[in-house]
């Protein structure tokens, strides 16, 4: 694991980009040519992913499954027969919480809404997530006890083994299906929902998405968008990345 995700933060950008800049110098006196067109892919590729306007019409081509009406929420109980929750990494050992793990920011995201769509329908939860490098606790978890603990939603059933979002499909329909549960409705971030909902149907669910944190949406923003801003660098990364796992999912699975 910890080899795939080095070989893969240099493929992806910004690690990509950063090895253009520093080949970009390696080349600056041998091969002057292939130095400029390497500085300008690098430091062009860095500003594109600074800008909030990426970020936006990126998202619109991942982001093609509509939000849940709140309408709706109370009616899953007829459409589905769980609400599975996707794990989203954790943050380690903070001091706030006495050295205790707890799910990241997305995945508070995510669980916020779940536990709106289980309270509104009566839906159980199942929350789907491994370990980080074989260290316990899992993010499965991890969230189901910020679902008690901070939301008042107790979770029926965990799958603590899952490592991508192939793994969460097929290791919830292993725990699942058995039991004749076959409709779930999925809750992960917008722009990883047509990931998720291509793998859970390969695993035999029927599935009724329920997408949160939307980033294509058009909000007015300080000069169109155009303006640099830090946050748009991790939030292009992870589009990017968003990118390639659904290219190497068709491809590979």
Known sequence: MPIRYFIKQWLLPPGLLLLLLGAAWWLRRTRPRLAALCFALGLGGLWLMSLPLT???????????????????????????AIVVLGAGRERGDPAWAGADQPTP????????????????GLPV????????????SEARLMADSLSEDFGV????????????WE??????????????????????????????????????????APVGFLGRDPA??????????????????LLNEMAGLAGYRLFY
């Not at 199942?126 to 606790?137: K, R």
């Not at 039991?179 to 859970?200: D, E, I, K, N, Y």
């Not at 923003?221 to 992870?238: D, H, I, T, Y």
């Open 126 to 137: 199942l929350t789907s997530g491994g370990l980080h490098y074989g260290t316990p606790p």
């Open 106 to 121: 997305t995945a508070l995201e995510r669980l916020r809404f779940a536990a709106r769509l289980a309270k509104a329908s």
């Open 55 to 81: 970020v936006q019409q990126t998202a619109r081509l991942l982001e093609t499954e509509p939000a849940l009406e709140p309408g709706e929420w109370a009616n899953l109980g007829r459409r589905a027969d």
């Open 154 to 165: 107790q979770v029926k059933w965990r799958e603590e083994a899952s490592r991508t979002t």
């Open 168 to 209: 969460n499909a097929q290791l919830t329909a292993a725990l699942l299906q058995p039991l004749g549960v076959r409709r779930v409705v999925v809750v992960t971030q917008a722009w990883h929902m047509q990931r998720s909902r291509w793998s859970f149907e390969q695993a035999g669910f029927t599935v009724v998405p």
């Open 221 to 238: 923003r300080p000069f169109a968008g155009l303006l640099p801003e830090s946050r748009s660098v991790w939030q292009n990364g992870q």
